[in-house]
């Protein structure tokens, strides 16, 4: 079974087309990542996918249409007062208040203790009873991963998870992911081609449309059209298999 199955996908915002003709199928167990240009409509796919834009086209996730409760998404950016009082620990609770709208909802030990493992794994356990206005950007963006994770999504969407953390960080989250790619979908928007490199499984180029769709492997060409200008590879420190020569091509 696809994981998400999208034909014909136009996104349009005024006069401006976001995305245009997008067809893309993403197997179950898939670990796909996102590249493009800024501007290129990479977060307004990801947004389509969740539907919180309008679009044109048809989107199935695991062969049902707005099939939202399969999702875990981490935006690049989070609308959240930082200056609310409230710890890292219980930000992360409340990925469990999806299932109760009751406000006498209680929190168990075993969800405490289910959170607390989250983030052991992402190396933040130490700051669980810190308040979010004391945390850099890098710890606020792990924060808001474990919490997407305890969701335990079907698919997850990430856009640009590892924005704002260092390298070493950067890296622990990529191999986190490399093994919750075992019991999930994952699909990221990212710029890191170390993530390219060591985790991913497959790739689609976006630049209003989709430039390219299959194994995780770069080329001139191929970054010449998402970008617009002919670009130099560089690829220093990075496997051969993100930067080789391969044909040219698009899913239909």
């Known amino acids: 079974m696809n994981a998400l199955s999208i034909q014909n996908l136009c996104v349009t915002y005024a006069n401006h087309h976001a995305l245009q003709n997008i067809n893309l199928n993403v197997a179950e167990g898939d670990f796909l990542g996102i590249l493009g240009p800024n501007g290129g409509g990479k977060s307004t796919f990801i947004k389509a996918i969740i539907g919180s834009v309008p679009y044109t086209g048809s989107i199935e996730i695991f062969g049902k249409k707005k099939n939202y409760k399969e999702l875990g998404y981490m935006p ?107 019991k999930m979908t994952i699909i990221m928007v990212t710029h890191d081609l170390t993530a390219i490199a060591s985790c991913v499984k497959s790739i689609a180029c976006l630049s209003q449309t989709l430039i390219y769709h299959g194994e995780p492997k770069l080329n001139a060409e191929i970054m010449t059209e998402m970008y617009g200008c002919p670009i130099d590879l560089i690829a220093h420190g990075h496997p051969h298999r993100v930067l080789p020569q391969h044909s040219h091509h698009t899913e239909k």
């Open 76 to 182: 690049q950016s989070l609308d959240l007062n930082k200056q609310f009082p409230i710890n890292v620990l219980e930000v992360c609770l409340g990925a469990y208040l999806h299932k109760s709208w009751n406000i006498f909802y209680q929190y168990t030990a075993k969800m405490k203790s289910e959170a607390m493992e989250y983030l052991a794994m992402l190396g933040i356990d130490h700051l669980a009873e810190r308040g979010i206005t004391e945390l850099s950007g890098g710890e606020f963006q792990k924060m808001l991963l474990a919490r997407t994770l305890l969701t335990k999504p079907r698919l997850l969407l990430l856009d640009e998870p590892t924005a704002n953390i260092d390298p070493q960080s950067s890296q622990l989250i990529f191999e986190l992911l490399a093994k919750l790619n075992n």
